[in-house]
T-cell receptor, first 114, second 113 residues
């Protein structure tokens, strides 16, 4: 069974530039999550989708971050304009449903903002 | 908001030792608790999932227990090996955020030969 796919694995940009990350969840998984992990910290939830609807985006900095999951399958997370403090690993995860089982994570996309 | 604390933050043990990692959480109204392993520069690998109706789960040399009423979980690793060296993360779902998992900061484990 294919796992959660993410791209790109690494990205280096200047501050105030934009960047987009892509995620394809495990087939059949209705729930998709984006987490931000800063070095030395545990992952922090940015946004949760159930199919193509947003369940929770209370910790998403909406002045610069946006995310979509238009067809209820793959998802894109965008940052515009990036700040130095956005340097982190962006992890995508999926599960069969809300509170119904294991979360499976992708390898992550490491962002460095200079 | 669900807060998750992991103790210790770092641990170094000689190969062969049994060890216990601790996790505590503030809201006992949970559906799931999940333990993950993270190797440097990698994503998270699921180790064990404990549902709220369960008291423990076992996989090989790993055993995780859950005490919902006291808001605690432990991960027991038997006969540790150098390959067990990694960061171990505890995560608990949060009813305030659609039952998404809230993570602790992790325990960094080093097993020396």
């Amino acid at each position: 069974e294919a796992g959660v796919a993410q791209s790109p694995r690494y990205k280096i940009i200047e501050k105030r530039q934009s960047v987009a990350f892509w995620c394809n969840p495990i087939s059949g998984h209705a729930t998709l999550y984006w987490y931000q992990q800063i070095l030395g910290q545990g992952p922090k939830l940015l946004i949760q989708f159930q199919n193509n609807g947003v369940v929770d985006d209370s910790q998403l900095p909406k002045d610069r971050f946006s995310a979509e999951r238009l067809k209820g399958v793959d998802s894109t997370l965008k940052i515009q304009p990036a700040k130095l403090e956005d340097s982190a690993v962006y992890l995508c995860a999926s599960s069969f449903g809300q509170n119904t089982g294991e979360l499976f994570f992708g390898e992550g996309s490491r962002l460095t903002v200079l | 908001k669900q807060e998750v604390t992991q103790i210790p933050a770092a641990l170094s043990v000689p190969e062969g030792e049994n060890l216990v990692l601790n996790c505590s959480f503030t809201d006992s109204a949970i559906y799931n608790l999940q333990w993950f392993r993270q190797d440097p520069g990698k994503g998270l690998t699921s180790l064990l999932l404990i549902q709220s109706s369960q008291r423990e789960q076992t996989s090989g040399r790993l055993n995780a227990s859950l005490d919902k009423s006291s808001g605690r979980s432990t991960l027991y690793i038997a006969a540790s090996q150098p390959g067990d060296s990694a960061t171990y993360l505890c995560a608990v779902d949060d009813s305030n955020s659609g039952y998404a998992l809230n993570f602790g900061k992790g325990t960094s484990l080093l097993v020396t030969p």
